[in-house]
Structures are given as C-alpha cells and as structure tokens.
C-alpha cells in the first residue's frame, strides 16, 4: 500500500549489516515502510513523534530500536527464540514495534498510559497484519503489581520515559529472575550511573554493562543500561503511580 506521494525510507542494507549484522527481508522493509506511513498520517491527529523526515526516521526510530537490543552489537539470541518482551511507554510503538518486525517469533506486549496511543498502535497492528503483539492501557506502577505481568518477562524496553532509576523502578519487578532490563537513553551522566546503581540493588538487579555508542548517519551519542535481574524484587516496588518520579530511588 505505499502511496507514491509519501516518502520512502531509505534502505540503509550495508548500515544494517556493519552495524547489527542482519538485514531486513523485503516484508520487514514493506513493514518498516507502512509503519512509517501509518505515523506520519496519525501525526496529524495526534502528537506522536517530532522525528518525521525518513532518514531520522530510519535512524532514530528504527535502527536505534534494534540497537538497543544488540548490546556489543550482538542482537540478542531469545528474541528469535520466542522471548517474551514488554515496552514499558511505548508512546507511538518505540522500541516495541520495531522490534517485533524483527522479531516475528517473539511476544511483544506494548504498555502505555494513554489509551488514544495504545488506539492508534492497535489499528497499526492490524494494518501491519503484526500477530504477535498485544497492547495494554496502564500505568507500569500497577502493572508491576498485576501477577500476570509481574515476573513475566523475558526482556523489559524502556525509552525516553524517565530518569534511570525510574525506569529501573518501572521494569525490573515485570522481569523474570535472569532476565534483562534495558533503559535506552540519550546522554548519560557518573551521577546517574551511581543513582541507578543503588536504585537496581534495591529492585533486584544488577548493572550488566552501560554501553555508549553513536547513531550511524548523525552520530548522536547514545547509552544503553542493560540490568539483569538476580532477586525477586521485593513487594514494596514498584511504589504507587507517581512515586517513582517524585521520590526517585
Ligand atoms: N518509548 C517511546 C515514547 C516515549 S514518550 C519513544 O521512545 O519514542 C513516553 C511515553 O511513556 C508516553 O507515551 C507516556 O504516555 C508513557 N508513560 C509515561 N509514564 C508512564 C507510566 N508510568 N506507565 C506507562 N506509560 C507511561
């Protein structure tokens, strides 16, 4: 269904390989496309993204989607294997959507408070035929407490919705025990590593590695926070909506 008056993504086949080693068969590049299309209508309606023109878009919504789940620029393994994985604010599908194109074998849950985004994701949904994915309207201090979310997943994804701790608070309770929590971030500070490294002790978790890496095509700098979770975390967390953000640990 791509309209000759929408612009086209670019294919960036050799950034993908040097960068992730993988590329996209043409149905993920159909699909990249119509996701594309479908945000860029939706925009009109509702705030979605700022990020808008195809290469930015390509850059900072997709490959950096599936950058976030390749630390040392490994892809991670499960998600071909049928890891279940849950985006913690996925806004308008970021990283979630992205990577269940990539990831046809896993179960993706996306999370999201608002319920006119988690409206728009669900016709994205079935316009993408994606059978994989499942929405859900809710705040992640309560969804943490839900026993069908608590300690459920394989992979929590976090992007630009928090400070560290916050999104440590927010993910960590919803992942199984040896399971990974990713924070995808832009610029990273000693003071935040040192808060989220408190904040993960206490939620269970363990800082795994924080990688910093450039974007391919503007070289902005990135962080990802990988913890891995070692203990249940304990009832108390996480705490009632709006605690995390206003007490952080
Ligand atoms: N992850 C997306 C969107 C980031 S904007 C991206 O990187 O592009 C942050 C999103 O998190 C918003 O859509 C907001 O509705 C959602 N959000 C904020 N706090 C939340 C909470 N406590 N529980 C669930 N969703 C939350």
Redesign the pocket.
Known sequence: MTNLTNPLLPEMAEVWQQTLNWQPTDQQKAQFQQLYELILEGNRQLNL?RITEPQEFWEK?LWDSLRGIAPNQQLLPILQEGASVI??????G??GIAIAIFAPNSQITL????RK?ITFINQVLTTLALTNVKTLI????E?GHEPQHRRTYDLAL?????TPSVCAE?ALPLVKQGGLAVI?RGNWTAEEAKSVQNAASQLGGVIESIEQFTTPLTNSIRHCLYLRKIVNTPFQFPRP?GVPTQNPL
């Open positions: 993204t919504h985006d913690i604010g996925t806004g308008a970021f990283p999370l999201d408070s608002t985004k809710g705040r992640a201090e969804i976090i992007r630009a919705v928090g927010y995808y909506v």
